[in-house]
């Protein structure tokens, strides 16, 4: 029987809980078990897909093809498994499916409830995940905070999930412990009060990581173990760091692994997190800089700066980076910016490389565009992701081709000159609304051509498979026209005859991709497009 590790978190949201989800199941690894990692978002959408990331943070995208969660990514950088469907559970899956067997008469006739049906739903899908990845352990993180009315059904399933498998279940929470300023002390009771309403659902749990400014001192956890319930050794802390793969070893120093496994009556081992620590070690040490600017819009909302949406992006540069022992700098550059007034441009030249990351709709497009013609005239090193590349061929068939009117149909629907344009399936989606999870979406298969840069930064690889999430490509029709102005395809699928990778010559690093390398990018093995993109930077 697998082991099943529920981890909720108390008091607000934002405080980590998937990089602790993650750095648990990290540490289990490093004791020889097998790790799944679930997340369940309580929202109504069916998917990530149709949020935008200014409001829910990045879309991660499996291999299968699933939009979804941005902790996804955590699980995957930090085990270095790939996950699934399976992985993935939100409200609005749960209700469709409940519906969906309701319809096809799957409850025999019965009148189907809330309570059970929907925590019934979740606990057969995380009984799944943990069969389908054979997995010793399953951590199931539940989103949101607790006594929030949104995950209540979610706690329901936890606590169902006990009673049923008593010896196999551990509840942690994950809360957050303030140090106001003006009172310069660490206080307990919002956790203190998250626990009682975690205790209101019915669940006690056994173990609580105090996420902090600092680490909790004595007096502090002997408070949370009294008023919480919880053996003072299964109060951990969570400090605040520099970097998120810290945190496993961090964890260890409080011998988190062992507490858990002690609580499922299983021998202590030793960990192994040799390799990680090595890495960590070169993260903290002085480096020189590289600085990387990424040309987006989805990071500015009022007066703060969002990374979230970009987090993947941002984990693969700096993966990429520490392999180099360099520290990465990056910085966000407002497209509308360049849009506004061209003078600002000659600022990229601050920068080692250019990234213009994926995105959607109209806004920011023509600055992007600039921004990619002045990288590919003053040989700045580029690297154009998803959008990032759609766009540098548009660049490339007005400026090189002299195709001035190029675009792509989904910023101009009827321009002249689509260079990008949809294919006829998407075409028939959009037109009866079908938006939601129906990109071109997950693992593809990518030809690479031989003696290209790219095929180089694969390790002389002649196919790779690589993550999709679009529904624009490169017009088949116009590839003649960008070759013979000298741009590569370096790449394509070879299935559908559709180009997934550009570059160019003579110039130190210049490519793009339609898909998004950034999701197979992992702590422990950065991407080699990253890697090259990086390498190139440097010089
Ligand atoms: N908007 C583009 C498309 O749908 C690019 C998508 C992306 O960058 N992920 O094809």
């Known amino acids: ?137 399953v951590l199931i993180e539940i989103g949101g905070t607790v006594g929030e009315y949104q995950n209540m059904l979610f706690l329901e399933a936890a606590r169902m999930m006990k009673i049923r498998y008593p010896g196999d279940v551990l509840f942690i929470l994950v809360s957050y412990l303030p140090v106001p300023k ?70 260890e120093k409080e011998n988190l692994g062992n507490r858990i496994l002690k609580k499922f009556d299983l021998n202590s081992k030793k960990s192994n997190l040799e390799k990680w620590e090595k890495l960590v070690k070169v993260i903290k040490k002085k480096k020189k800089p590289i600085r990387i600017g990424i040309v987006g819009k989805y990071f500015e909302t009022g007066k703060f700066t969002l990374m979230d949406s970009y987090i993947s992006v941002i984990e693969a540069v700096k993966h990429a980076a520490w392999f180099y022992k360099k520290k990465p700098e990056i910085y966000w550059l407002s497209a509308g910016k360049f849009e506004k007034d061209s003078r600002f441009l000659k600022e990229l030249k601050d920068y080692d490389g250019i990234i213009v990351p994926g995105g959607f709709g109209n806004r920011g497009v023509e600055g992007k565009i600039k921004a990619i013609q002045f990288c590919r005239e003053e040989k700045i090193p580029f690297l154009g992701l998803c959008l990032g590349m759609q766009l540098a061929v548009i660049e490339f068939a007005r400026n090189v081709c002299g195709l001035k009117k190029a675009n792509s149909t989904e910023f101009s629907a009827n321009c002249r000159i689509p260079v990008i344009d949809v294919m006829p399936e998407q075409k028939a989606l959009l037109k009866e609304k079908k938006y939601g999870g129906t990109m071109r979406l997950g693992a593809y298969k990518c030809e690479l051509k031989t003696g290209t840069k790219s095929w180089r930064a694969y390790g002389r690889n002649k196919i790779t498979f690589e993550r999709h999430r679009h529904r624009y490509e490169l017009n088949n029709e116009f590839r003649n026209v960008l070759e013979d102005k000298g741009m590569i395809i370096a790449g394509i699928n070879p299935e559908k005859d559709l180009v997934e990778i550009i570059e160019l010559k003579k110039h130190p690093f210049f490519i793009g991709v339609q898909f998004h390398p950034e999701f197979k990018s992992r702590f422990l093995k950065p991407h080699p497009l990253f890697k090259e993109f990086i390498k190139a930077s440097l010089h």
């Open 182 to 251: 003006m009172i310069g002390e660490m206080k307990t009771k919002p956790t203190q009060n998250a626990v009682r309403m975690l205790n209101e659902a019915g669940i006690q749990p056994d173990i609580i990581l105090g996420r902090s400014s600092s680490l909790l001192d004595r007096p502090r956890k002997k408070k949370i173990s009294i008023f919480c319930n919880v053996n003072i050794r299964d109060i951990i802390s969570a400090p605040d760091i520099k970097s998120i793969y810290e945190v496993p070893i961090n964890f």
């Open 1 to 137: 029987m697998p082991k099943f590790i529920f981890v909720a978190g108390g008091v607000m949201s934002g405080i980590g809980k998937g990089v602790a989800t993650a750095s648990i199941g990290k540490i289990l690894q490093s004791k020889g078990f097998k790790i799944t990692a679930v997340k369940i978002d309580p929202y109504i959408n069916v998917d990530a897909g149709t949020m935008n990331p200014i409001e829910h943070g990045e879309v991660f995208v499996t291999d299968d093809g699933v939009e979804c969660d941005q902790d996804l990514g955590n699980y995957e950088r930090f085990l270095d498994e790939s996950l699934s469907t399976i992985n993935y559970i939100t409200t609005g899956r749960v209700y469709q499916a409940v519906i969906n067997r309701e319809r096809n008469l799957g409850y025999g006739g019965r009148c189907v409830e809330v309570v059970p049906d929907i925590p019934d739903e979740a606990i057969a899908r995380i009984l799944k995940s943990a069969k389908k990845n054979r997995a010793d352990f």
